[in-house]
């Protein structure tokens, strides 16, 4: 039985990036806001001081930041014709947990989409005829422009304190910049980062290839910042623990470092932390959300009541808590009905290990950070004629070095023993002369009509709820991506005169060990009409008007970038449209 | 004692001028806003609210005193508990005198030493704010010392000795900006009360004013502008560091924290502009080396400097503005005393989150990484190397200061 507590105007389930970025939107706004949070609460100087930070085992290999299992997990599974198995250890995407979420443990890789990827079913059809999509891929266009969130790319670069190069402001080509990107209206904040000897070279090589490298957008300072809302960051220390990790001075991006002291000095803003969501409570008619249900670590169970739900939890929760809270149809893929749980997509990342003369070259691997790099984007999106390759989709691809940590940083050539002496002599050979990209090719993922999130038929988890289920799988169209993409970044290695060169294709099947990236995206994807999705462009749900879903969880299908740079956009673009719209009309704010 | 009757007799007569009770009331709108004013310029929430109460001046905190533990009266207007039976002269005595209700006289915990400096009227226009404020029913037990310093009868030497009752009296040779200033620094600033040092009955040592001292386990650092600590800040460093809590030299954390949240961020920019004009024209004491500190503990210093601390505080030193203190130029760090550089090795330290400088940086703790000779080494390093301290600390300040703070409950 719950208790009730006094109703607020707003709760938001999770407080990663985007529902830090809406509540502090929505308290600006004078709204009461409370935050419910699984788990606890995160500060730089008390959980990830300098002096355990940079701690590879405790935080790389041993998951320190990341949900336990234990705690919730959830199934997978390849096809639909297996059945599913609880994940007990993460692998290919790190769930987050606590105060601050995924944009703790980032990279801090900055990117915005093209224009595009927002209409990539139409501009693909349009060039390229609707036959030429896999019969079974169920991409489709966002219902939104790049030009519509340009304005919240904006804001989320300059809360952050992006460090950049622009290639493209306001429709002027920047030399030195990405000269795919979409038009901004002004430059990044801050200059990029400096870059380390690798990403020089391989700039060099790419630019002879008559490639346009650039610098990668940096959510890592290149110099002291202070943001809109007077929150300062430190100057980055090239230290290479960002990933997996949470940032010791004060130099990453993270909800704590650009808006929680902000959003703190609030007097109407509150959080529970510790506590977990169990569902969305819906009135009689299922039309209205009234609040959510949430348990706290003594096994309480509570009744927030609230006149507005913003569910912004890690995408696969999302899909998850709406399944349970009987909110939307949920997808079958045999009938092809409903929406909730369709469209889900991950990444397709692969990476290209290279040997140099180690007389010749020392690439200090250990001066990293986790977007330090030189880039180019000419195989992104549609940015080259896919005609003659007979797949879509594309992705960027870099010499980004992220680290030089001891543990995991051990290339060495193919033929190499797999331990003893040998293996240790090689390891100390080519840890200065070997280059292993942190992010090297970063390829989309489209969206196929067996992909998708729906709860399972078995496992369940503390509190009796069906796990959510995963059954994800690459298709053709990837693998064949990848392997294009793969070998186009490896001629750029071979220029820069390795001696041997290791490629690492991304191969099916979808492997739940192997680490790609956290981006798990769709689930409750945004669209123009009902019956193609579970939110309207303004991630406000078509059935429940009272709720709107933040996060990748609202992605048709995911681009080759890495996507905190969109998620965050969307938010506040989301908060736009509830502080200007939806509170002055509380409805639906597209008509069905 | 002569110069208290005067004043006794003075304020009876304006008594009587007043009327038998109220100088102003809380109908007087000017005269509540100026009396909110000066009770967050005086600063008398921060010892009359219980931290984290939602119950302000309903009082309960446990003062330290170096003779013993007082806890802070409810002085809501609360009539059984509070001070809303007292009369204008009552709290008028209390403020500026030292004397409770029933005569008694006060410890000098309340700071009303510096309060004297105010006028009848500051205190009236506090008195009136005060009645605008949520009475809260909460008795507390004031006095908690031990004997024989529980007899208040005690204190009639000590005002004697130590008391020079009186409001502020302007120098006409300092200019209007400098006279404010002072009033502030010396009256409901009460500034000397933590930053000058005590002889052992717990009095000023007036000839030293703004020296510098040790309280409750944190330096409070010479603060004279001309060769002291300060010589190398300019009026706008003071005055952004009393507004924001931070600047480009330092940061304020534990009690100045709490100061500068409670009090001096909320002063006007005028105000606290005065109060750096003051204290940059302020003598003190001359810096002096006095000797240079072993070679093997610098280095050792020196490494763990680099390993621990450069990440923010730079290779350098020097930091980042308003963000990371620059070491060279942090009053604490070139202190006699180390009390603070060891607390915040030790236990770390919250700045603090202000209006104006919201992201409040934390130094964290490195007790539990760092030995104590460690400690001692780093303290040193810093102390002499990008201080102008070059008084080594010893492995056994560090375990003193260690127990000592282990002990304390804030």
Redesign the interface.
């Known amino acids: 039985m719950s208790r009730k507590l006094p109703a607020k105007d707003v709760v938001i389930v999770g407080l990663g990036w985007t529902g830090s970025i809406m509540a502090y939107e929505l308290a600006d706004a004078g709204l009461d806001v409370i935050a419910i949070e699984r788990g606890p609460w995160r500060n730089t100087a008390t959980d990830y001081p300098p002096g355990y930070a940079a701690d590879e085992l405790r935080y790389r290999i041993r998951h320190d930041l990341f949900l336990r299992p234990e705690q919730t997990t959830f199934t997978f599974r390849n096809k639909m014709n297996q059945t599913a198995l609880p994940i007990r250890s993460w692998g290919a995407f790190m769930p987050p947990n606590g105060v601050g979420g995924g944009g703790v443990h980032w990279n801090a890789e900055t990117w915005r989409f093209l224009p595009s990827d927002f209409v990539a079913r139409t501009h693909l059809v349009n060039r390229y005829g609707a036959d030429f999509l896999p019969k079974d891929m169920t991409i489709q266009d966002w219902g939104i422009t790049y030009d519509d969130l340009e304005p919240h790319y904006d804001r989320f670069e300059y809360l952050c304190g992006t460090s950049g190069q622009a290639g493209n402001v306001n429709g002027q080509i920047i030399e030195g910049g990405n000269p795919f990107e979409g038009p901004r209206s002004r430059p990044y904040p801050n200059p990029p980062q400096q870059q380390p000897f690798g990403a020089t070279l391989f700039a060099k090589a790419a630019r002879e290839l008559g490639y346009k490298p650039f610098p990668q957008p940096s959510g890592n300072m290149s110099q002291p910042y202070r943001n809109p809302l007077g929150v300062r960051l430190g100057p980055c220390t090239y230290c290479g623990f960002c990933e997996w990790f949470g940032c010791g001075n004060y130099s990453k991006a993270t909800p704590q470092t650009t808006i929680l002291p902000a959003l703190l000095r609030k007097q109407n803003f509150s959080l529970r932390d510790n506590s977990e969501v169990t569902r969305i409570n819906l009135d009689a008619s299922g039309k209205r959300a009234t609040g959510v249900t949430f348990v706290d670590t003594d096994g309480n169970e509570w009744e927030q009541p609230a006149d507005l739900v913003i569910l912004s939890a890690y995408t696969i929760f999302n899909v998850q808590l709406l399944l349970l809270s009987g909110i939307g149809e949920p997808y079958d893929p045999i009938a092809d009905t409903g929406t909730v749980g369709r469209n889900f997509t991950h990444q397709t990342i692969s990476d290209v290990t290279s040997f140099f003369d180690p007389a010749k070259f020392v690439f200090n691997p250990f001066i990293a950070s986790g977007a330090i790099g030189m880039c180019i984007d000419e195989f992104n999106g549609d940015n080259f004629d896919h005609g003659p390759h007979g797949f879509v989709g594309g992705g960027y691809m870099g010499q980004v070095q992220t680290n030089g940590r001891p543990i995991e940083t051990t290339p060495v050539p193919p033929g190499t023993p797999a331990w003893g002496a040998e293996w240790k002599k090689a390891v100390k050979e080519n840890y200065q002369s070997a280059l292993k990209p942190g992010t090297g090719v970063h390829g989309s993922m489209y969206s196929y009509r067996d992909v998708y999130v729906d709860l399972d038929p078995t496992y369940k988890d503390r509190f009796g709820r069906p796990l959510a289920r995963m059954t994800i799988d690459f298709h053709d169209n990837e693998l064949k991506q990848n392997k294009f993409l793969t070998d186009k970044f490896a001629e750029i290695f071979k220029a820069m005169g390795a001696k041997q060169i290791k490629k690492e294709y991304r191969k099916g099947p979808y492997d739940i060990t192997k680490y790609q990236t956290t981006h798990l995206c769709g689930g409750a994807i945004m669209g123009t009409v009902p019956g193609n999705s579970t939110l309207n462009r303004y991630l406000q749900s078509w059935d429940v008007p009272n709720l709107f879903v933040t996060g990748a969880s609202a992605f048709p299908q995911n681009p080759g970038y890495n996507p905190t740079g969109t998620v965050a956009a969307l938010a506040y673009w989301t908060a736009d449209a509830i502080r200007s719209k939806y509170l002055k009309n509380p409805g639906r704010l597209i008509d069905a | 004692m002569r110069r208290v009757v005067a004043i006794a007799i003075a304020a009876a007569t304006l008594c009587v001028c007043a009327g038998p009770s109220r100088g102003a009331s809380s109908q007087d709108f000017a005269a509540v806003e100026r009396g909110r004013y000066l009770t967050t310029a005086a600063d008398c929430g921060s010892c009359h609210t219980t931290p984290g109460s939602a119950h302000p001046f309903a009082g309960g905190r446990p003062i330290e005193t170096p003779f013993g533990v007082l806890a802070a009266p409810n002085i809501t207007p609360d009539r059984e508990t509070g001070i809303g039976a007292w009369t204008d002269d009552e709290f008028d005595a209390a403020v500026r005198r030292g004397r409770s209700r029933d005569g008694a006289r006060l410890y000098p915990a309340m700071p009303f030493p510096y309060y004297t400096r105010m006028s009848r009227q500051d205190v009236a226009d506090i008195r009136a704010y005060l009645d605008t404020v949520e009475p809260v029913h909460n008795a507390v037990t004031v006095n908690r010392l031990p004997f024989p310093f529980d007899l208040r009868s005690s204190m009639i030497a000590w005002d004697a000795m130590y008391f020079t009752p009186g409001e502020f009296r302007p120098d006409a040779s300092k200019s209007k900006e400098w006279n404010r200033g002072a009033y502030l620094v010396q009256g409901p600033g009460h500034c000397g009360a933590c930053h000058t040092p005590k002889t052992l009955l717990g009095s000023d040592e007036s000839s030293k004013a703004l020296h510098g001292s040790v309280l409750q386990g944190w330096t409070a650092p010479e603060i004279t502008g001309k060769q002291g600590s300060l010589r190398d800040w300019s009026v706008e460093d003071i005055a952004a560091y009393l507004k924001t809590g931070h600047n480009k030299n330092a940061a304020a954390a534990g009690l100045m924290g709490e100061v500068v949240g409670r009090s001096t961020s909320h002063l006007t920019d005028g105000d606290v502009e005065d109060i750096a004009i003051y204290l940059k024209d302020l003598s003190g004491s001359a810096p002096g080396k006095t000797a240079s500190p072993d070679k093997d503990v610098m280095n050792a210093g020196g490494a763990i400097y680099q390993d621990?601390c450069s990440?923010?505080h730079r290779g350098d030193g020097k930091g980042?503005?308003?963000?990371?203190p620059n070491l060279t130029e942090v009053a604490t760090v070139s202190a006699a005393k180390p009390d603070t550089v060891l607390r915040v090795i030790i236990q770390?330290a919250?700045s603090v989150?202000t209006?104006?400088?919201?992201?409040?940086?934390?130094?964290?703790?490195?007790g539990w990484?760092l030995d104590d000779a460690q400690i001692a080494a780093v303290a040193t390093y810093v102390r002499s190397h990008f201080g102008k301290q070059d008084s080594a600390v010893s492995a056994a300040d560090v375990g003193r200061a260690r127990s000592a703070l282990a002990a304390r409950v804030n």
């Open positions: 621990l990440a923010c980042v503005p308003q963000m990371f770390g919250a989150s209006e104006k400088e919201p992201t409040g940086p934390a130094m964290p703790a490195f990484q």
